[in-house]
């Protein structure tokens, strides 16, 4: 199983969350069979357009089974839901750590598709 | 028939007082063309044409492609190409997100399969009535629609141009605002003596500045112990200021009812029309110093 979780830096588990999934810095890659971790560069994080579809293609091509964040933008939505990657959501956790214990414990919940985009 | 000039009205932020000075401006001159291109949010009807919906309407149409998934082998070709992220391979199917598409059509161009024709779509629509002296065209983006230019782009091609041409702007520094700027003679910018109003303009300034736009400033809400914040700022600029309309209940409360204060406030069709005439004569002098 792969995980992914927006990251302000590419660090370690000790790595804060980003507040937003499509505009993230990076995304913290976690594989859950062995619990390692690697990040890769949001390289649409600055497009005027479409940033959340770009992300979500990024996490698809990863292979991922899941991702993990406090905000989906509808179309980032749309697009992990079509690749058939679980969407979770985050509240109180700061760290990936958090995020990945929580993950692994079952204790998230199903994301709602929320509002977002911008002009 | 001489060529009339055409004038953008302009702000850095909503609710300033672009439609108050668009309205009253154009009630107040003979032979106009009101054309409101704040697309997202027009509001000129209230005061002009509340019924607009009633009358003239026609469809702002855009290209969308649509995906043949028998044709298609998951190349990726497309997505690769879209600039705008409207595609997205999920699962070996190309996934299209209409409202980010520009209709640039290059998808279809690079399919190898043949697989991407294009659909039209609405994308908004343009509302026009005619009252004596004022030719009054609206622009609306359909709810749920991100990309407000193409239908300033249409609603452009509707310029009459042996009118007095007015065209009210989207707020802000965005592309739909230059859209409906870029090709008018000069643009009046409303501002507000308060900081954020300040802060606007600078932002709006700027803008116009790098476009090579020849401007003035009409402050509204004006009130004498807060003017300076906005003049002192215009004058170390050199822009003029053309007119202050004052912070006054009269003034929004007829505002709040739909009723232009042109028509009810004596005095303020002459003073309308001089703003039009120092437009004019801003306007020569600009064009007479840039081609010195």
């Known amino acids: ?119 | 028939m001489s060529q009339e000039i055409s004038l953008s009205i302009l702000s850095g932020k909503g609710g300033t007082g672009k439609t108050t000075l668009a309205v009253n401006l154009a009630l107040a001159l003979d032979n106009v063309q009101l054309l409101d291109a704040d697309v997202e949010e027009p509001n000129d009807y209230l005061f002009i044409s509340p019924k607009i919906e009633e009358k003239e309407m026609e469809s702002v149409m855009s290209l969308i492609p649509e995906v043949n998934d028998e044709k298609c082998t998951a190349c990726r070709k497309c997505v690769d190409f879209c600039e705008y992220n409207a595609l997205a391979m999920m699962l070996d199917k190309v996934l299209v997100f209409e409202e980010v598409c520009h209709s640039c059509g290059g998808c279809k161009i690079v399919c190898p399969e043949n697989a991407i024709t294009e659909k039209e779509k609405e994308l908004g629509k343009l509302y026009h009535d005619r009252l004596d002296e004022l030719d009054f065209w609206q622009g609306e983006l359909n709810t749920g629609e991100e990309k407000a230019v193409p239908v300033i782009e249409k609603l452009k091609t509707k310029i009459d141009s042996d009118k007095k041409v007015i065209i009210d702007s989207p707020p802000g520094t965005t592309c739909p605002t230059i859209e409906a700027i870029i090709d008018t003679d000069f643009t009046v910018v409303v501002t507000e003596p308060s900081t954020f109003g300040l802060h606007d303009l600078k932002m709006v300034v700027e803008m116009l500045n790098n476009l090579d736009q020849d401007f003035a400033v009409v402050i509204n809400r004006a009130e004498s112990d807060a003017d300076y914040l906005i003049e002192d700022f215009c004058q170390k600029k050199g822009i003029s200021v053309l007119l202050k309309i004052p912070f006054s209940r009269k003034i929004a409360e007829l505002y709040s009812n739909g009723k232009p204060f042109v028509y009810k406030l004596e005095g303020w069709e002459e003073k309308f029309k001089t703003l039009y005439k120092d437009i004019i004569e801003e306007a020569v002098n600009n064009e007479r110093n840039n081609s010195n």
Not at chain 1, 11 to 22: A, L, P
Not at chain 1, 26 to 48: L, P, R
Not at chain 1, 76 to 90: F, N, R, S
Request: with cysteine; net charge negative.
């Open chain 1, 1 to 119: 199983m792969k995980l992914i979780i927006p990251a302000v830096k590419a660090e370690n588990f000790e790595t804060k969350i980003h507040k937003n999934f499509g505009r993230a810095n990076y995304f913290a890659v976690i594989n859950c069979e062995n619990n390692e971790i690697e990040f890769i560069k949001n390289t649409s994080a600055n497009k005027n357009s479409g940033a959340g579809v770009a992300a979500a293609q990024l996490c698809a091509d990863q292979g991922a089974d899941a991702a993990a964040a406090y905000h989906f933008g509808p179309k980032a939505y749309e697009a992990l839901k079509a690749a058939d990657i679980k969407l979770l959501d985050l509240n109180e956790q700061k760290l990936i750590t958090e995020a990945f214990n929580d993950y692994q414990a079952g204790k998230l919940a199903e994301s709602e598709a929320g509002p977002g985009g911008h002009h």
